[in-house]
């Protein structure tokens, strides 16, 4: 690899700028230089097809078009926040190389001609969740022929069960990438849906004056689900109090939003500003939850597109930013599961099955819903994200307070808290945690008496000590950061929330008045 392309490989994380080479694709220097290097590779010396040569080939296939490494603020060294090109590009060797020596090895000789496309496809198989149960590793004997090794999976005792479950979970996704998000749990507890609560619910709905206050009391240990759509709406303050002006006020609403599409969506409509924003949430959309089919339909991505583009037009002080997109996601599945029922599977949901009408409700109750919920936090999304570099800074000061050991432990080792949490404050966890956890958490925020913005505070801590064990146990930065940014909460329930929730108000009722934490 040549100086230029390390340079600029050296400006990102993980990923090579170099226009003149193919992600995955080993350049023509490379593999000359490899015909006569000596290095060790996973399977032996010399050949041109070593592991390791051909991994440092590779070290752009991690570009994956996100940058979900936040960029550092000026108090912080770039370069001392970054992990080293030579510590990234090992990443994925160290870890089979771990793994290989807790496993008992079963390996069949058998040459075989690959190709560059074969091979890359097996190494990116080997990054990409690490796939520990059954692998195909190709490595290079001493005469330059290929061996094909079938590594099996064995169930073993002790030390062996806790490196593979620790492996699992710190590579079940790519560093830094969304885990895939699930729209449903068959082991999501039932305690929300219980009888008695629909009945509480019910009363309080169905009152001619409703009551917020109480309203806002029993949704804060959660919403059931057939009751969800009409109290986020009420909680958010969508709706009006008085029940018999709810459906004149809805229907308004809606009108109104379809005006604002057809006024400002048109391309004939749009400046250059305009044009620049809805390029970018042109972008982002589908990326937004590529591992679920739902997001990946034409119709949906069209409804977020027209949800975002018109709420940043009306909100020229921020205007789009990245993760904002994410914010809509709860409000559509709840909208949509209203629209479907509370018993569909909204995984095989197909949006073109609903009438128009159905879908103009969802979009626009989406919208307004999603304006009223980040009016508190507007200055989350203004120009430098003041806000949420402001909640990074509370949440430093609040960890050293509640525990100087992890505080100690992450500064020790180069962790700066922006680098992992401020996608937490960015996207209100939205990426931590399966969606249907998400919903649950957003049940609470909604029902916070004061806005969720200084309670978004205590659940980051709450979080972040919830994983103090396995924190502790890593000791050095790379470790750490792998860790932080895929927190194993694949398989969280709503009683994960619920005990989340719950710590979070205890370092709430315990700290909100000692404000040094918030000097």
């Known amino acids: 690899m040549n100086s230029s392309s390390d340079a600029a490989g050296s400006s990102t994380f993980w990923r090579n700028n170099s226009a003149a080479r193919l992600p995955g694709r080993p350049t023509m220097a490379t593999r000359m230089a490899s015909g006569g290097n000596g290095g060790a590779g996973a399977g032996g010396a010399g050949g041109g097809s070593s592991f390791q040569d051909y991994q440092e080939s590779v070290s752009d296939a991690w570009d994956l078009g996100d940058d979900e490494f936040c960029i550092i603020s000026g108090g912080v060294s770039v370069e001392a926040a970054r992990i080293s090109k030579k510590v990234s590009q090992s990443a994925a060797l160290n870890v089979i190389k771990t793994h290989k020596n807790h496993k008992n090895v079963r390996v ?32 290079s004997d001493n005469d330059g022929n290929v061996v094909q090794r079938r590594e099996q999976q064995q169930n073993h005792d ?7 479950h620790r492996l699992r979970q710190r590579f079940h996704a790519y560093p830094g990438r969304p885990q895939p998000l699930k729209l449903s749990s068959n082991v999501a507890s039932k305690d929300v849906e219980c009888e008695s609560k629909y009945e509480k619910f019910t009363n309080i709905l169905e009152a001619p004056l409703l009551n917020l206050i109480a ?14 759509a009409v109290t986020w709406r009420l909680l958010a303050g969508y709706l009006p109090t008085s029940l018999e002006r709810r459906n004149t006020l809805l229907e308004r609403k809606r009108v109104d939003y379809r005006k604002l599409v057809q006024q400002y969506f048109h391309v004939d409509a749009r400046d250059e500003i305009q044009q620049d924003t809805y390029r970018q949430i042109h972008i982002d959309v589908p990326r937004m939850n590529p591992h679920v089919a739902l997001f990946q339909q034409k119709l ?28 809509v996601t709860p409000f559509f599945i709840v909208f949509l599961q209203e629209s479907v029922g509370a018993d569909k599977d909204l995984e095989q949901c197909q949006l073109g099955d609903l009438s128009e009408e159905q879908r103009d409700i969802i979009e626009a109750d989406s919208f307004w819903c999603l304006s009223k919920f980040l009016d508190c936090i507007q200055d989350n999304y203004i120009f430098a994200q003041l806000g949420i570099q402001e909640k990074v800074n509370q949440l430093k000061d609040l960890i050293q307070r509640i525990d100087g050991t992890l505080h100690r432990h992450l500064q020790a080792h ?13 996207n209100l966890l939205t990426r931590e945690l399966p969606l249907y956890c998400t919903i649950r958490l957003w049940d609470t925020y909604l029902a916070e008496s004061d ?8 659940v980051c801590a709450a979080f972040l000590l919830h994983w103090r064990d396995q924190l502790l146990q890593e000791r050095d930065f790379q ?10 909460t694949h398989n969280w329930t709503d009683s994960h929330i619920g005990v989340l929730v719950a710590e979070a108000f205890r370092l709430k009722f315990t700290y909100a008045d000692t404000k040094k934490h918030l000097s």
């Open 108 to 139: 069949g000789t058998a040459a075989v001609a690959t190709t560059t496309t074969t091979t890359a496809a097996a190494m990116v198989e080997s990054m990409d969740g690490m796939k520990i149960s059954s692998r195909t590793a190709v490595d």
């Open 158 to 164: 002790g030390m062996n069960n806790v490196s593979d």
């Open 215 to 228: 309203l806002k009391e029993i949704s804060w240990s959660g919403v059931p689900r057939r009751m969800r």
């Open 300 to 327: 949906v991505q069209e409804m977020f597109e027209r949800i975002l583009f018109i709420w940043a037009i009306r909100h020229p002080a921020s205007g789009y930013v990245q993760g904002i997109n994410d914010l």
């Open 414 to 426: 180069g962790v700066d808290y922006l680098q992992f949490s401020f996608r937490w404050m960015n």
């Open 451 to 458: 806005g969720f913005a200084v309670f978004q505070l205590y």
């Open 479 to 488: 470790g750490l950061m792998l860790l932080l940014q895929n927190l194993p």
